[in-house]
C-alpha cells in the first residue's frame, strides 16, 4: 500500500484516539487547507490573473476555515482574523519588495533533469509567485498565535470586564511573549527540515560559504524562513493591540454565550 | 530606597550599553556586507546601466505565451585586479523571470571573466540577507525582549550544531547521516526547551516528553518505510543527492517534525502542572481530561503549520507541471509526495508526543503527591 494513505490513516486514528470526534475535525482541516492550496495553484496557473491577489484570497479563506471552522464564530476567533489579515498584508509588502530586489524566484540546477524536459516560458511572474510562495508558508504560524493570544485574552476579559485596553493589551502581550519562543521554534525546525537535503547537497559539492549564502535556492529558502520567524513575532502586538481594542468597544459580541 | 534608585541607575546603563552595542553591531554588518566584495574570488560588477537590445513573445509547444529577449548590461567590477573596470554583458532574459531575469542599475552580479567575454553567474544577495535578519532579529526583541532574545540564542547554536553535524557527516563518510540526527534532535532539545522555558520540572517533563515522541516518531516512520518498500514516495524529487535519499528523507521528517513536538510537549507539560500546583489534590484522571483537552485544541493547528511550510514551496514547480499540459494528479504526485509525506509525518509525531506528554507529567504529579 502507498506510504502517503497509510500515514494519512495513522494520523486519523491517532486524532480519534486523542481528540475523539474534534480530531477528526482537525484531520479533515487539514485536507481543506490542501483544497484551498490546489484551488489557488490552479487560478495562479492563468497568466492573466494576480497570483499575489491569489494568495492574499487564499490566506483570506485560510483563516477563515481554520479560525471560523475549527473554532467557532465568535469574538475571539473574528480579532484573531483581524490581526491575521492585517499582519499579512503588510508582511506582504516588504515580502514583494525584497522578492523583487533579490532575484530569488526561478529555478536552478538543484530542481534535476526533470524540469529541464519542461517549459519554463508560461507567461506567468515568477517574482510574484515567490512571493506568494513566503505568504503562503507563513500563514499557518500567524494563525495559530493570533488565536493562542485572543483566546485567553478574551478569558481574561470575562472574568475582569473592567480591565481597561491598556491593561488588556499588556496581559495579551506577556501571553504573546511566552508562546513566541516556542512558535520560532516550530517554524525554524520546520525549515531545517525541509532544507536538509539542499544542505547536504551543498556541503557535498564542498561549496563556499560564499557560494552557499548568495545561492539562489538558500536565500530563498532563508528570506523566507526569517520573514515567517518576523511574522510569528509581530502578529504578537498586532492581535494583542486588535483584541483589546474589540473586546473593550464590545464589537463582535453578536453571540456571547460562545465567547 | 537609595539601593532601589542605585540599581535602576545601574540598569539604565547596562541598557544604554547594550543599545549602543547592538546598533554598532547592525552598522558594522551592514557596512561590511556591503565592502566585502574583496572576499571573494568570482569577480563581482555592479550594474551601472542597462539597455533593452530586444523582446520577443514566444509561444512553446503548451501553447504558453511569453518573452523572450536580450539586455546589455554596463557593469563597474568591484573586486580583483581588474577592479574598478567597465565591462559589458550581453544577458537573455524571459518575461516571467523564471530562468533568466531583467536587471537594474544596482544590482550586484557573480561574473565569469574570459579574456573580452564576460557572462553573468548569479546574484550578489548576502547584503539583502543581512537586512533580512535584522529585520527578523528586531521583531523578535522588540516584541520579546528577553524571550526573544533567548529565543534568538538558542536558534543561533542550533544552527552552528547542525552546521558542524553536516561537516562531520560529509567528512567521515561511514557516519549514518540518521545517527547525526539522533544526537543532533536530542542536543536540539535540550539546548532550546532550556533556554527558552528556563530550567524547572516542566521543563525536564517537556524534554522527556519530546525524546519518547521522536522516538515513536522515528519507529512508526522507519517501520512504514520498511514494510512499503517506499512506495509512492517519489525520492526522485532530491535526486540531485549522491546518497541515499531516503535516510536524508528520513532525517528531514524528524528534524521538522522536532520544533512542533517541542511545543506540544511544553504546552501540555506546563499547563498540566500549572493545574497541580494551583491545586495539590487534582485527581489523575482530571489533569488526563485537561492534557486530552488542551492536546485536541493544539494538534490541528500545529500539523497545519508544517503543512504549509512544506507544501507551498512546491507551487511554482506545480504551476509548471500543469502549464506544461501534465494532468493536475501526475502533476501532484511527482512533485509534492515527500512534502505531504513530510507534513503527514509530523502530524504523527505530534499527536503522538500528546498522551506521552500527559503520561508523564502524571507520573511525575503522582510520585509528589505520594511524598507529600
Known amino acids: ?259 | 530606597m537609595n539601593k532601589v534608585m542605585m540599581q535602576l541607575k545601574t540598569m539604565k546603563k547596562q541598557n544604554y550599553i547594550f543599545y549602543t552595542t547592538v546598533l554598532f553591531i547592525v552598522i558594522a554588518s551592514i557596512v561590511f556586507v556591503h565592502h566585502n566584495h574583496g572576499l571573494y574570488d568570482k569577480p563581482i560588477g555592479v550594474v551601472t546601466e542597462v539597455n533593452l537590445i530586444n523582446e520577443e513573445p514566444t509561444t512553446d509547444r503548451a501553447g504558453n505565451e511569453d518573452t523572450r529577449g536580450q539586455q546589455e548590461l554596463y557593469l563597474k567590477l568591484q573586486n580583483g585586479n581588474q577592479k574598478g573596470e567597465q565591462v559589458t554583458v550581453i544577458d537573455e532574459f524571459t518575461g516571467s523571470k523564471a530562468t533568466g531575469d531583467r536587471y537594474r542599475t544596482g544590482d550586484q552580479l557573480f561574473l565569469s571573466i574570459n579574456g573580452e567575454e564576460a557572462r553573468v553567474e548569479g546574484v550578489k544577495r548576502d547584503y539583502y540577507l543581512v537586512y533580512v535578519a535584522w529585520f527578523f532579529i528586531f521583531a523578535l526583541l522588540l516584541v520579546g525582549k528577553k524571550q526573544g532574545l533567548m529565543a534568538l540564542l538558542s536558534l543561533a547554536i542550533n544552527s552552528l550544531i547542525l552546521s558542524f553535524a553536516l561537516d562531520a557527516f560529509i567528512q567521515t563518510s561511514n557516519v549514518s547521516l540518521l545517527f547525526v540526527s539522533l544526537i543532533c534532535i536530542v542536543l536540539f532539545t535540550v539546548i532550546s526547551l532550556l533556554m527558552v522555558n528556563g530550567r524547572s520540572i516542566k521543563t525536564y517533563a517537556a524534554i522527556f516528553a519530546t525524546l519518547s515522541g521522536m522516538l515513536a516518531l522515528l519507529a512508526i516512520t522507519s517501520i512504514l518505510l520498511y514494510v512499503t518498500g517506499g512506495t509512492g514516495l517519489r525520492f526522485e524529487e532530491m535526486q540531485f543527492l549522491t546518497r541515499h535519499p531516503e535516510v536524508i528523507f528520513l532525517a528531514g521528517v524528524l528534524i521538522g517534525a522536532l520544533g512542533a513536538v517541542m511545543d506540544v510537549a511544553i504546552t501540555i507539560t506546563s499547563s498540566l502542572y500549572n493545574l497541580f500546583e494551583k491545586n495539590n489534590k487534582i485527581t489523575l484522571e482530571q489533569l488526563n481530561s485537561s492534557g486530552k483537552a488542551i492536546g485536541k485544541d493544539i494538534m490541528g493547528t500545529m500539523t497545519n503549520i508544517l503543512f504549509f511550510v512544506y507544501i507551498s514551496g512546491s507551487i511554482p514547480i506545480i504551476i509548471i507541471y500543469i502549464k506544461n499540459a501534465v494532468p493536475l494528479s501526475f502533476a501532484l504526485s511527482h512533485t509534492i509526495s515527500l512534502d505531504i509525506a513530510r507534513a503527514l509525518a509530523g502530524g504523527i509525531g505530534i499527536v503522538v508526543t500528546i498522551p506521552i506528554a500527559i503520561y508523564i507529567i502524571n507520573y511525575l504529579i503522582s510520585r509528589k503527591q505520594v511524598r507529600s
Open chain 1, 1 to 259: 500500500m502507498n506510504v502517503l494513505w497509510l500515514l494519512a490513516l495513522i494520523l486519523l486514528s491517532l486524532m480519534y484516539w486523542v481528540g475523539g470526534k474534534q480530531g477528526v475535525k482537525s484531520f479533515f482541516t487539514i485536507f481543506f487547507n490542501f483544497s484551498i492550496i490546489i484551488v489557488a495553484i490552479i487560478f495562479m496557473a492563468d497568466p492573466a490573473r494576480n497570483p499575489v491577489i491569489l494568495a492574499l484570497l487564499a490566506c483570506v479563506t485560510i483563516g477563515y476555515v481554520n479560525l471560523f471552522f475549527l473554532n467557532g464564530n465568535n469574538v475571539k476567533t473574528k480579532a484573531a482574523f483581524l490581526s491575521s489579515m492585517l499582519t499579512i498584508a503588510v508582511l506582504m509588502i516588504g515580502i514583494y519588495f525584497i522578492t523583487e530586489l533579490t532575484h530569488i524566484q526561478g529555478f536552478g540546477e538543484e530542481e534535476g533533469e526533470e524540469i529541464a524536459a519542461l517549459s519554463v516560458m508560461i507567461g506567468i511572474d515568477f517574482v510574484q509567485l515567490m512571493a506568494s510562495v513566503i505568504i503562503l508558508s507563513t500563514i499557518g504560524a500567524i494563525i495559530d498565535n493570533a488565536i493562542s493570544i485572543a483566546s485567553p485574552m478574551n478569558e481574561i476579559h470575562r472574568y475582569h470586564p473592567n480591565l481597561k485596553r491598556k491593561e488588556l493589551f499588556r496581559r495579551g502581550m506577556a501571553i504573546g511573549k511566552d508562546i513566541l519562543g516556542t512558535s520560532a521554534n516550530t517554524i525554524f525546525f520546520a525549515f531545517f527540515g525541509s532544507f536538509l537535503a539542499l544542505l547536504v547537497w551543498f556541503k557535498d559539492l564542498s561549496y563556499s560559504f560564499g557560494d552557499v549564502v548568495n545561492a539562489r535556492v538558500l536565500s530563498a529558502e532563508l528570506i523566507t524562513v526569517l520573514f515567517a520567524g518576523a511574522g510569528v513575532a509581530i502578529i504578537i502586538p498586532v492581535t494583542a493591540w486588535v483584541t483589546a481594542f474589540v473586546l473593550e468597544k464590545g464589537w463582535f459580541r453578536g453571540k456571547e454565550g460562545e465567547g
